[in-house]
């Protein structure tokens, strides 16, 4: 029987998707490298994503699991073609009130679970600016961050346990609600690892509890530098806000445009901040960042008026990246981080590559925790612009390792950052992570060809060779 004869058996022919043009849709995630998915299947729980497993590694081919397709690494694109396997009808919520947690199918849509946890007076703290589409199965695979991670933490600090698809389609539960788990952190092993040790079902998430009082402010600022240096005084002056996000002049107006969410067009940057808690030590946060952002220049310091103004002016943020599409038909996102200390150079850099390359360049970024997301608006059918864009971008983490940041602030590696990994990695660190891959995935077929560059262990898909380590070196 073939692979597509047998996904049809134990899935159903209506959970097989096989037609060309829906093959094409599910070949790309939001990045610009497109793959080939040979088959897409819809599981509906993680017994059906078990006997996928199976098939797959019974007939060696890959399997590349997918949420919403919002990453922005080509994580979830079929570069190797394969089974494209698709979490979203897996969407049941359970919430446990007594343990304020929840397990969450891997297809539960971010915003979602926050609405149903609402009620309850509870949410999930990690708020990827994608929340509307993005899902939980996407989330912890890339470990995703968010405007709110600063004080609360990315993904990774509220994921409490894990069901799981490993290799041979055995079905896992790591961790728990347990507040102490003892022996390995299996679970930690698996948030983050970009589907390439195996397939999320559910999650067991932590739930905070909804914020007694809030102030959202919205500072303009005569530079980038004066905003950028207000950020670091504000972290320095002992205070972790709940959000500080940087939006310089052209994505103020390319938002604007678009929303008219009433941010100020004529600021060279705004800053967005957000102070939640009891009321008095709201007040008082809010007061200080007012007070650092003047000192710095600000030129105008406003407090949202309620909760249709914060709204709207989250909903101006978090809508920046789709403005874009008025500028130019496609846009190449940078994800990169350095220390808050080193922001103020690092986007004088960024600006100066830009400028260089003659590149429309627009940024939008978490700023409290030094997550820059520098953006080119351009056309890639364009050879010669194309060729620009990704040479700027490498200067642009070249820039960030060198001020001390990592290839990844929050979008992780995929195929994006796969060959620099070797700028931060050395030989045996990567043949460390490819032994990993090895002992958890022996047939290869979780989502091959990402996050590690080739030959980190000489493990391609389809054998495993090994390569020789240096002198001394104990395998
Ligand atoms: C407009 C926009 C704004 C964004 N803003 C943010 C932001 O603020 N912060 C941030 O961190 N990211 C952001 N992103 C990136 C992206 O939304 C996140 O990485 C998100 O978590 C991906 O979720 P998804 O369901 O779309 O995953 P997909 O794109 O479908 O997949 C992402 C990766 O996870 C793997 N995967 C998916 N589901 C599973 C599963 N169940 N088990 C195992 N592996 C799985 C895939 O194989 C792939 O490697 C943004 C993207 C866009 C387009």
Redesign the pocket.
């Known amino acids: 029987m073939s692979y597509l004869e047998a996904l049809r058996g134990a899935l159903g022919e209506a959970n097989v998707l096989e037609e060309p043009v829906e093959l094409h849709l599910f070949s790309k995630?939001?990045s610009l490298l497109r793959g080939q998915a040979n088959v897409v299947v819809f599981p509906q729980d993680a017994d059906q994503v078990s006997e996928v497993v199976k098939i797959a590694e019974a007939h060696k081919v890959p399997i590349?699991?997918?949420?919403?397709?919002?990453?922005?690494t080509a994580?979830?694109s079929p570069t190797e073609g394969g089974i494209v396997v698709v979490?979203t009808a897996i969407d049941s919520i359970e919430i446990d009130l007594e343990n304020r947690s929840a397990w969450v199918g891997?297809g539960v849509i971010n915003l979602d679970l926050s609405a149903a946890a609402a009620p309850h007076g509870l949410h999930f703290a990690p708020d990827?600016?994608?929340q509307s589409?993005?899902?939980i199965?996407?989330?912890?695979?890339?470990n995703?961050?968010?405007?709110h991670c600063l004080a609360e933490g990315s993904t990774t600090s509220h994921v409490l346990g894990l069901e799981v698809v490993l290799a041979g389609g055995e079905i896992v539960r790591l961790g728990g609600n347990a507040p102490d788990p003892i022996g390995l952190d299996l679970k930690g092993l698996i948030v983050g690892s970009?589907?390439t040790l195996?397939?999320?079902?559910k999650a067991l998430v932590r739930l905070l509890p909804l914020d007694p009082d809030v102030r959202t402010m919205l500072l303009a600022f005569p530079t980038v530098e004066s905003a950028a240096t207000t950020v670091s005084q504000v972290i320095s002056a002992g205070m972790v806000p709940a959000a500080l996000e940087l939006m310089d002049q052209r994505m103020v107006q390319a938002v604007e445009n678009w929303l008219q969410a009433g941010l100020p067009v004529d600021a060279a940057a705004v800053l967005l901040a957000e102070v939640v808690g009891e009321t008095e030590g709201v007040e008082a946060e809010a007061e200080i960042i007012a007070d650092l952002g003047r000192a710095n220049g600000a030129t105008s310091v406003e407090v949202a008026r309620d909760e249709t103004h914060r709204a709207t002016l989250w909903k101006g943020r978090k809508s920046a990246?789709?403005a874009i599409a008025q500028l130019a038909p496609d846009y190449y996102l940078h994800d990169a981080v350095v220390p808050r200390t080193r922001l103020v150079e690092t986007m004088s850099a960024v600006y100066e590559i830009a400028d260089r390359y003659d590149l429309t360049m627009l940024n939008v970024f978490h700023a409290g925790d030094g997550n820059l997301h520098p953006l080119v608006a351009f056309d890639a059918s364009d050879p010669e612009t194309n060729r620009k864009v990704h040479e700027a971008g490498d200067e642009i983490v070249a820039i960030c390792l060198k001020n001390g940041g990592a290839l990844s602030g929050?979008?992780?590696i995929?195929i994006e950052k796969r060959d620099m990994m070797r700028t931060t990695f050395t030989e045996l660190d990567l043949d460390a992570q490819a032994r990993l891959k090895e002992a958890v995935d022996p047939s290869g077929v979780f989502?091959p060809s990402?996050v590690l560059p080739a030959g980190s262990r000489c493990f391609d898909f389809g054998g495993v060779r090994r390569k020789e380590l240096p002198e001394g070196v104990w395998v």
């Open positions: 995630d939001a590349v699991a997918r949420g919403a397709g919002t990453g922005l994580g979830a979490t891997a990827p600016s994608s589409a993005c899902t199965g996407g989330n912890v695979a890339n995703s961050g968010g405007p970009e589907g195996g397939i999320v079902t990246f789709g929050e979008h992780g995929g989502n990402k």
